[in-house]
């Protein structure tokens, strides 16, 4: 199906997710920073990209932006999945060029939804 890049300082959770992710039949590659993930991005070319919000360095609202205004991977959705679960930050989000915001924990049926909203944008 899809080319996912995983973005999370977590290891605990790049394997869940890459779990849920691979069992729907999709490509999964990992990251564990901001900063490494978008590297990732430009190297890669994934069709879309789950991107942590808390991350030591570059948090995920800031390379969300990044990736969002850099030519080479602004066409590239990227789904936020986070602890960050107020209002505020959900809007913030989408306002920094996510497609969806997802909260954890994360349910597989929502996250496989979610994404499928997203690739067809």
């Not at 997710?17 to 590297?39: K, N, P, R």
């Not at 991107?51 to 969002?68: E, H, S, W």
Request: with cysteine.
């Amino acid at each position: 199906m899809a080319k996912i890049l995983v973005v999370d300082d977590s290891q605990t959770e790049r394997h869940l997710l890459s779990e849920y992710l691979s069992q729907g039949g999709h490509d999964v590659f990992q990251s564990e920073s901001g900063e490494d993930g978008i590297a990732r991005a430009r190297e890669i070319k994934p069709d879309l990209i789950m991107m942590d919000v808390v991350m030591p360095g570059l948090n995920g609202f800031q390379a969300t932006r990044i990736l969002q205004r850099t030519p080479e991977t602004q066409d590239i959705p990227v789904l936020l999945c986070t602890t960050k679960d107020k209002e505020t930050d959900r809007i913030w989000g989408l306002r920094q060029g996510a497609c969806e915001y997802l909260t954890k924990p994360i349910r597989k049926d929502e996250l496989l939804a979610k994404i499928d909203e997203c690739l067809k944008r």
